[in-house]
């Protein structure tokens, strides 16, 4: 789900100058972008749906028994025919009076906003799992990948890199699923009360991010490797494991760091693929099922929910890296 | 001992052992050039590593296989049987991997998926390439543009891209052309800003910079010092797009808004050796290998490429 780094660091770079009276413009700046930017995408995003099956406007009983003539009256009589804009403003009207519309055919006449409250702590809760565990090991397969680049470990890390990134991940978990739950003796799915049937979903999970973390940061440490200042500790006398830890993880991690917050807030999405293998009831299973039983209701809230949960991401990664980074210039270069 | 060396040198170095050279126009020429030549030093670092030598030969035969195999055979890969004697069958003498639970060859299948889905991967990366190399040149070259293209790539970009070839694959009916403009529609603009990255840093790099001082016409600095960089990215990026769109195929599959069921691409037989894996686990084999292959082989082609495009690589 995340987006490629944009090339080196310095790409997304902005410069400062001046003191915290331009931090604070930065901020304000960058937030009524944001507000901007939520505002396109979610009208966007709504616009492309009401292009949605209108058979998925109906529940199955209805689809049953009523003909063409009563199926129009209905949706006359939901708005659902009603100018794009004026659904628009309706939608949001509700959802500030915290009305997200009814499930149809996944859940039928259940409040999405229920079903919502008993889905996202599920995900959540493997989501933090797994981004803990996908930090950990992907922070720290990085760092071995740069103390031994070019040898033996740094190999094999990046043949496990690639095989991640590259196939589909729909085939390796579905193996991980068949096989491994096999050799282990793990729960082939879900059970909430067995909680070794928690183990094999977080580890798929994390799978991904460990890759990402992993490359990422080797690869911004071997840049940094070449500095100065690394230089110069080691010419000090710093052993070498002292300066990668104390010296370059600290300017290494920087670039990564933009997208935690990304990280922090998709715990919540879920990933589609495993929740379906594993029939785990989070969102990501939902947003699955409501579009196999074309469920517009819910495919809408779902997707506008992702869709605005990762602009605000990117929007408190960059507020995140203007703090953390001393070294940070708030104008955007030029390219 | 100092001084008999001296003389020795004297000796040797009398002015009547010497004549001056002819003044050879050609020859002063070709002192001036060295015989480097970007392409080739390309090429030779490319193929240098075996590895390298082994995928290329091995995506290339799975390739001509895929085109070869519907030309030249007679076998339909839709053909179903009604006869159930011959569904689920094990790989055999007539099946080579067996049959389905419908009785389609899975031999015949997974060739005509393999094209399917590296013409539909082939075409996606050629426009996600070709539109964003155009478009990110223009951007570089044109200030005017920004603020319409910056808001464009935030917006496209801030939607998760699984979302968005969700949401577009919902809303249409999804055939191969859908399923092309969901992909397309959303990949220029990543490529658009790559390559507007890329030639900026480029076309004002010292020595472009220097060049233009001199008087180097500007048509002779983009054809001899910014169009070989980008052509290398061109193909690198290519290579790197076709992984990723053969993987949003499988996963559109999965989630059942795909291909057409009855379309034969490696998404739908790797989905339906899927669910029939626990009774017949062959039927899944031959397509999920293949597609394993080719996602790799791409993936490890480009990067390799870009290595290799690096003249700071070269020899």
């Known amino acids: ?335 | 001992m100092k001084s008999e060396t001296v003389k020795n040198m004297d000796v040797l170095l009398r002015p009547e052992k010497f004549r001056a050279a002819v003044f050879d126009r050609t020859a002063s020429e070709e002192g001036g050039f060295s015989n480097y030549s970007y392409w080739r030093s390309t090429i030779r670092t490319f193929f240098r590593s075996k590895f390298v030598v082994f995928i290329v030969a091995l995506i290339g035969m799975l390739i001509l296989m895929a085109f070869l195999y519907p030309a030249l055979s007679k076998t339909d890969p839709g053909a179903i049987s009604t006869n159930p004697m011959t569904w689920n069958k094990r790989p055999n003498a007539d099946h080579w991997f067996g049959t389905d639970s419908i009785g389609r060859d899975i031999w015949a299948r997974a060739w005509y998926g393999t094209r399917n889905s590296f013409l539909l991967a082939f075409f996606i990366a050629c426009s996600d390439v070709g539109v964003g190399t155009v478009v990110g040149a223009l951007w570089g070259y044109n200030k005017k543009m920004d603020p319409v293209m910056i808001e464009i790539y935030n917006v496209m970009t801030n939607i998760p891209s699984t979302v968005y070839l969700v949401l577009l694959a919902y809303i249409m009916n999804t055939s191969f052309l859908t399923l092309f403009i969901a992909m397309a529609s959303r990949g220029w603009i990543v490529e658009a800003r790559f390559f507007r990255n890329r030639i900026l840093s480029i076309r004002d790099s010292e020595y472009n910079v220097a060049s233009k001082c001199l008087g180097t016409p500007m048509r002779r600095i983009v054809s001899r010092n910014i169009i070989p960089h980008i052509v290398s990215l061109i193909i690198m990026e290519t290579a790197l797009v076709i992984p990723y769109s053969i993987s949003s195929e499988v996963f559109l599959s999965f989630i059942g808004i795909g291909m057409p069921v009855d379309a034969v691409t490696l998404g739908n037989i790797v989905n339906q050796g899927r669910s029939s894996f626990a009774l017949h686990p062959y039927q899944m084999l031959l397509p999920t290998a293949i597609l394993c292959v080719i996602t790799i082989a791409f993936y490890v082609i480009g990067n390799k490429f870009a290595d290799a495009s690096d003249p700071r690589n070269h020899v």
């Open chain 1, 1 to 335: 789900m995340r987006a490629e780094l944009p090339g080196l660091a310095g790409q997304r770079a902005y410069s400062i100058r001046g003191g915290p009276e331009s931090l604070l413009r930065y901020i304000l700046n960058r937030t009524l972008r944001s507000i901007l930017t939520v505002v396109i995408v979610f009208v966007t995003v709504f616009m492309l749906l009401r292009f949605m099956p209108l058979n998925g406007y109906f529940t199955d009983e209805m689809l049953k028994v009523s003909d063409e003539q009563t199926r129009m009256a209905y949706l006359r009589n939901q708005g659902l025919l009603d100018p794009p804009f004026s659904q628009l403003w309706r939608f949001v009207k509700n959802l500030f009076a915290g009305d997200l519309g009814r499930s149809l055919t996944v859940y039928p006449k259940v409040p999405i906003t229920i079903l919502l409250c008993e889905k996202i702590p599920v995900t959540a809760a493997f989501g933090a799992a797994s981004l803990v565990l996908g930090m950990t090991l992907g922070l720290l397969m990085g760092m071995f990948m740069a103390r031994y680049k070019e040898r033996l470990g740094d190999t094999l890390g990046t043949f496990y890199v690639v095989f991640v990134r590259a196939v589909p991940s729909l085939i390796y978990l579905f193996f991980i699923q068949v096989w491994v739950s096999g050799v282990l003796k793990l729960p082939l799915v879900f059970y909430e009360d067995r909680p070794e049937s928690w183990i094999l979903p977080t580890i798929c999970l994390s799978l991904g991010s460990i890759a990402w973390y992993a490359i990422w940061l080797r690869r911004f440490m071997v840049d940094e490797e070449n500095r100065d200042y690394v230089k110069f500790a080691m010419v000090k006398g710093l052993s070498k494991k002292y300066v990668l830890r104390r010296h370059l993880f600290k300017n290494a991690i920087i670039p990564i760091a933009i997208y935690l917050p990304s990280d922090i807030l998709f715990i919540i999405s879920g990933s589609l693929i495993i929740e379906s293998l594993y029939a785990i009831p989070g969102t990501g299973g939902l947003l699955t099922k409501a579009i196999q039983k074309q469920d517009n209701n819910l495919v809408q809230v779902i997707v506008l929910m992702y869709a605005i949960l990762s602009v605000l991401g990117v929007f408190l990664g960059d507020l995140l890296v203007a703090f953390v980074d001393p070294r940070i210039r708030l104008t955007e270069d030029e390219g």
